[in-house]
């Protein structure tokens, strides 16, 4: 069984900068393709960046390009999310999310991940 713990997550104001952390699970971490994913109030859960598995390779939304990085660490099964530079429109609940396996970094349906964590809220006020 796999398990995703989001951290990071808060209220901060516009133009500030927050940093998602989430830890895996399991001894095959660096096996998978891993996601962010975010959804706000009233509105379906939306890609927000991937990268591959031993991160050479990322994938953003247009919306966050320049102002969100994802990273790994595969030594201690961690992904990351700096946020920089970040909106209102920026608030909404964050996810991680394990690929199944295989796969590309543009695979943004959310359909092709199998494992979420709990979520993290992040709050951006005007």
């Known amino acids: 069984q796999v398990q995703l713990v989001e951290s990071g997550g808060g209220l901060v104001q516009a133009g500030g900068s927050l940093r998602l952390a989430c830890a895996a699970s399991g001894s095959t971490f660096s096996t998978y393709i891993m996601g962010w994913f975010r959804q706000a109030p009233g509105k379906e859960r939306e890609f927000v960046a991937t990268?591959?598995?031993?991160?050479?390779?990322?994938h953003y939304t247009d919306s966050v390009k320049d102002r969100f990085t994802i990273s790994r660490d595969n030594a201690k099964n961690t992904v990351s999310l700096q946020m920089n530079s970040l909106k209102p429109e920026d608030t909404a609940v964050y996810y991680c999310?394990?690929?199944?396996?295989?796969?590309?970094?543009?695979?943004?349906?959310?359909?092709?991940?199998?494992?979420w964590g709990q979520g993290t809220q992040v709050t951006v006020s005007s």
């Open positions: 990268i591959s598995q031993y991160g050479r390779y990322a």
């Open positions: 999310a394990r690929h199944t396996l295989g796969g590309t970094v543009y695979d943004k349906s959310h359909h092709m991940y199998d494992y």
